[in-house]
């Protein structure tokens, strides 16, 4: 099956006079940051009625000025980041859930689908490089390193597929639950360790090379009357940084843990599915009842909270850019945080449908921003 071809004079991109924005916040203080102004560059409407569960949000990824996002309509987009122009369009046969990543060197694209397909293709062309079968439906962008490509399924494995041919190196499974989020925890790699979590409530550390489970650590205990109550799912993706590991279970709480051991450092309870984001002082959440916060790394003490949103019902996985960390909400809004104080820096409605799909960030505190309607924007401040 071959790519197909469409070239940006004949996109659909849409350039948007730049007209007032949609800005609200906070009033800035006398010693705080600068109030800015967001702007759009363009906008692309690459589908329609994608209807995007807030569990089920895409993970876009992008490099050398193409960004690529994965569609439930099972299409793979390849777009130029600059200009908002289609490379080309894949059809990949089944429903894209958790998104697409890029290869080490960027030269290919990874990405799996609700058939338990995973596709490894060319970044240039969209050409296929090979494609592999897994057990169940791909929940997560997959995460490649070392030489291999790591994703999870909806049946609680974690598989590990050579990144050269697609062939498998290894797999893990635990028993899962029979009511689970519709999501999965995206596997982090780090030092010859894959983390991820699972439906159970834990975090497990395996050997990259073979899949030995070197520690395995309950994030979250199962109560309640009701199955939904008893749900402790995993779905945020670990974040190693430091030598500390970052997650955070449904139902159960916020944690930092040894890398090398699981030792549990701190912990906060919080009900959090969404990914987190980290920089050098902070660990940046969105809560299950929409708030926005910003914690101490070293301890897990509050830095901040937004409860601005809480109207949103929804919001997507917080992501950073230059100067601010960045959140989607249900009602179509797209806010800048400043990352320090957590003022609101800017705010911009991109529509009248959900931003579920986390932000991309790209150069400066330029983003792509794409609508649960299928509209795909360039977003920045000034």
């Given amino acids: 099956m071959r790519a197909v071809h469409l070239f940006p004079g004949m996109a659909l991109a849409i350039a948007l006079a730049l007209a007032p924005p949609a800005v609200s916040g906070q009033e800035q203080e006398e010693d705080g940051p600068p109030s800015l102004t967001s702007h759009r560059s363009w906008a692309m409407p690459l589908f329609k009625d994608w209807s995007v569960r807030p569990f089920a949000a895409t993970r876009m990824a992008a490099a050398d000025g193409l960004a690529f996002i994965g569609t439930r309509e099972g299409r793979l987009y390849a777009v130029d980041a600059e200009s908002g122009g289609i490379r080309w369009v894949r059809d990949l046969g089944g429903r894209v859930a958790g998104g697409a990543t890029l290869g080490e060197d960027n030269e290919r694209v990874y990405v799996g689908t609700d058939e338990g397909e995973v596709w490894g293709l060319r970044a240039e062309d969209g050409e296929t490089v090979w494609r592999a079968q897994v057990s169940s439906e791909v929940i997560t962008a997959p995460r490649v390193a070392s030489g291999m490509v790591f994703l999870r399924t909806a049946d609680d494995y974690l598989w590990a597929l050579r990144a050269a041919d ?210 795909l924007n360039r977003l920045g401040l000034r």
Avoid: C
Avoid at 290 to 297: E, N, S, T
């Fill in 166 to 375: 697609g062939g498998t190196r290894w797999s893990y499974n635990v028993e899962g639950r029979s009511l689970a989020l519709r999501g999965g925890a995206r596997p982090a790699y780090r030092d010859g360790l894959v983390f991820t979590g699972f439906s159970t409530g834990e975090l497990v550390a395996l050997e990259a090379g073979d899949g030995r489970p070197s520690w395995r650590e309950r994030i979250a205990t199962s109560t309640g009357r009701t199955e939904l109550e008893r749900m402790v799912d995993v779905d945020t993706g670990p974040v190693v940084r430091d030598g500390t590991v970052y997650t955070a279970a449904y139902h159960g709480a916020v944690v930092a843990l040894e890398a090398g051991s699981g030792q549990q450092l701190w912990q906060r309870k919080f009900s959090v599915f969404n990914d987190l984001a980290v920089d050098d002082e902070a660990l940046y959440i969105t809560t299950a009842d929409a708030k926005v916060m910003a914690l101490d790394r070293s301890n897990g003490g509050t830095l901040w909270t937004q409860t601005d949103l809480e109207d949103a019902g929804s919001l997507s996985a917080p992501v950073l850019t230059e100067h601010a960390v960045v959140v989607g909400d249900s009602r179509g809004r797209v806010t800048w945080y400043h990352r320090d104080s957590g003022k609101v820096l800017a705010r911009r409605e991109v529509g009248i449908s959900a931003v579920n799909s986390p932000p991309l960030p790209l150069e400066g505190d330029d983003l792509l921003v794409l609508t649960d309607q299928g509209t």
